[in-house]
């Protein structure tokens, strides 16, 4: 667990990384009372096996519909955007009876609506039936960049600091 | 007195205090992620962020494409003599997408690809073979924006720059009576609208003022068909924004 603390957008920010490990997932729920926002981070890069993503949604759906993190804004990070599209770079010839099946070519509009398409409360059936149904929520959002080249960072935590300090300051008042 | 005052002030003025919780399946780069936002300057303005316009992508953008073959693109003529299909790419207003991306370092912007990669690409696009359909929403079929940019925006990778081919080489790369038409990028604003076609066109809305793009109008991926030209055109205060169907 490592421990952040900023200033931006007029708010001081304490930024709280867990670990990702099977292990540790449980623990993410003891956090959820005691934050603001939320910053989920997905890998995106073509390497990336899709079982994984999958993997990733169905915890993105837990917490999402968790009962004490309503209202608090959830940033989903597509990280690793910088090795999209550099296939070249891969010898996927070699080990590739080793991996599952891979991202590889998958757009980042079919991710964001693999985690966006299926806003609170609406199910499957709902989404079918009637399109409106399929407003998004508010305090979702995808944005897709690259930690390690610092691409889209800023402005997805621009995002996510501004509303969680609007939810502080409406918990204030 | 004073300090009381002043104590009152400053208990006011105080900053609010964000806790911000990272999570994540492991090896998706959230310690990296850390560091990064460490790093990063949030107080100063974005420079090229007033550049960038956020635009709301109408509800059902995603769902009315799957009705969209080739054969209803034959020419604008055909369209008007058939009035449901018309109104079947008819648009609802509708809240907000937030499919965000933000533009890319300097060094990424200042990248430029090998036109033998672009022809290689293309050709390998012409397979037919140019829909995936995502796991949970098998009836979404495309989701190719391509964009041009003539300012400062995200590089496109090397495989997804489909759109920089020069207006020339167009016509000699589409197949099947597909006529693509791709804008110049160094077309000025003002002439957008020679390269839309009249009943294509779907007028978005566009705000001034907002600083992001949809996600995937900057990174188009290879595997589809550019059946979706979109041109972004800009000049200082405003900006529009026109899809043209090819």
Known sequence: MNLGKIEACGAKVRLMDLGGQIKMRPLWERYYNDIH???FVIDVSPTCEVSKLMEARAFYRCMRDDESL???????????TDTRGSLDDYNTDEEDENYGLLLEDTSLLDIAELFLSHPKG????????KLDAATDDE???LFAGSAKTGEGVRAAFDWLIQMGATRVREAQT | MF??????YQSYLIPPEVTVLIVGLDDSGKSTLLERVK????????SVGKRIAVQQIPNGF?????????????SPVQQRKSPSKAHALEMKPSPKRRLFSCPAPKMYQQARVDSDEETELIESKDNGEDVISSPTNGNIEIHDGIIDLPYNSVEMSPATSPERRQPGQSGDLSNDGLQEEIPNPSLP????SLAVGESDVRELDLKAGKKMFPLHLIRPTSEFQPRLVLFICQSSLYTQSCFSLS
């Open chain 1, 37 to 39: 926002a939320i910053t």
């Open chain 1, 70 to 80: 309503r209202n608090v804004p959830i940033l989903i990070f597509a990280n690793k």
């Open chain 1, 122 to 129: 609406a199910s499957r059936r709902d989404l079918l039936t």
């Open chain 1, 139 to 141: 305090n979702v959002a």
């Open chain 2, 3 to 8: 300090g009381l005052a002043s104590g009152f």
């Open chain 2, 39 to 46: 790093v990063t300057d949030f107080n100063s303005k974005m």
């Open chain 2, 62 to 74: 995603l769902h009315t494409e799957k009705k969209i073959d080739r054969k209803d693109h034959v």
């Open chain 2, 189 to 192: 604003a003002s002439n957008h």
